[in-house]
């Protein structure tokens, strides 16, 4: 007799085997010692992958965050440490972003969620200064 097995435990192995997976490899990238601009650190990341910043000020002309689950944060978690100074806006597109501890002045917006896929993003303790608009819910 041949033993085939629960189909159920099947696929809750397979499942979870996956859910380790995908976590397993995220990654931190720090911003400057791996990528010089925080745009380019957002192209290289990976979805679950957080971007810290180290102190100083930035010079961006659009940040544009289009993947899933990517943390945005400054190295010390103060937002006076990190200024970012972004000419159009932070762009969001995915979902689960987090933005935290950051300054950002902007000539625009400051941060664009746009889309209805910006689902259980947490922007927190953040100052966002010297723009038309703070935050911005737009389509």
């Known amino acids: 007799m041949k033993y085939v097995g629960n189909p159920l435990r099947i696929v809750v192995v397979f499942t979870l085997i996956l859910l380790f997976l995908g976590t397993a490899y995220a990654k931190t990238i720090y911003v400057p010692d791996d990528y010089p601009s925080i745009q380019k650190a957002v192209d290289a990341a990976k979805e679950g992958d957080t971007i810290v910043i180290r102190k100083g000020t930035y010079n961006e002309r659009e940040i544009r965050i289009w993947k ?35 300054t950002i002045q902007s000539n625009r917006i400051g941060i664009l969620l746009r889309g209805s896929d910006t689902k259980n993003c947490i922007i927190e303790n953040n100052i966002i200064e010297q723009c038309d608009k703070g935050i911005f819910l737009g389509e």
């Open 68 to 102: 899933n689950y990517i943390t945005l944060t400054s190295e010390t978690g103060n937002p006076e440490d990190v200024v970012i100074k972004v000419k159009t806006d932070i762009d969001v597109v995915g979902k689960g972003i987090v933005i935290r501890g950051l």
